[in-house]
């Protein structure tokens, strides 16, 4: 599996990304637990590194690359009124796995795990997003959403300029909304 290759469905409501990251594994779990660092590729907000302990994200989408864009028109009033929500810290092994439940927006919750396994000076990261709701296209923009994510979480490890994000992701939703069939 490369860096582009689109992710995987599992059971009924998973997706899954295998992605090869520039390490040590210590410098990818920052990104993953820093907060400050997560929002050059996920989203901002406070963290409380333990099991049971909460994590806020707070998604502004628009500053996550250099590319000036136009924002699709079915994500104009999220970005509008910003995105964020909280979540709760399921397991916690640093600097190798974080699990914390997904604020869905149909009021329900699924839940994201980041594993992280050291390969020589690279690191393995999988990540699945399990119990989606069944909503096909809450799937295709998760799927799109994640891609791109991880695809600017790369990009800043490298230290390359990543991809414009909603072009990007408008392109990885029309490639999901085929896939999913």
């Given amino acids: ?3 582009n290759d689109h992710g995987s469905f599992g059971d009924t409501g998973e997706v899954v990304f ?3 990251l520039p390490g040590p ?6 990104y993953l637990t820093d907060p400050a660092k997560r929002a050059l590729w ?17 998604f502004h989408h628009d500053s996550l690359t250099p590319h000036e ?11 509008r009124e910003g995105c964020g929500f909280t979540a709760v810290i399921i397991r916690c092994e640093p600097p190798r796995l974080l699990s914390h439940t997904w604020g869905e927006a149909d009021g329900s919750e699924s839940e994201v795990t980041f594993e992280l396994t050291p390969l020589g000076d690279q690191v393995r990261l999988v990540l699945m997003h399990r119990k989606l709701p069944e909503d096909r296209d809450n799937r295709i923009s998760v799927s799109a959403g ?3 994510h991880v ?10 300029v990543p991809p414009p994000f909603w072009e990007t992701h408008t392109r990885l939703e ?6 999913i069939g």
Avoid at 45 to 58: M, N, P, T
Avoid at 174 to 179: F, G
């Fill in 18 to 20: 295998v992605r090869t």
């Fill in 25 to 30: 594994i210590e410098r990818v779990w920052e």
């Fill in 1 to 3: 599996m490369t860096n």
């Fill in 146 to 148: 994640w891609h791109i």
């Fill in 174 to 179: 029309d490639e999901y909304d085929c896939l």
């Fill in 69 to 79: 864009e136009s924002v699709p028109e079915k994500y104009r009033e999220l970005v």
């Fill in 151 to 160: 695809a600017i979480l790369i990009a800043k490890l490298e230290d390359f």
């Fill in 42 to 58: 996920l989203a901002g907000g406070s963290i409380d590194l333990r099991v049971g302990g909460q994590v806020h994200l707070e």
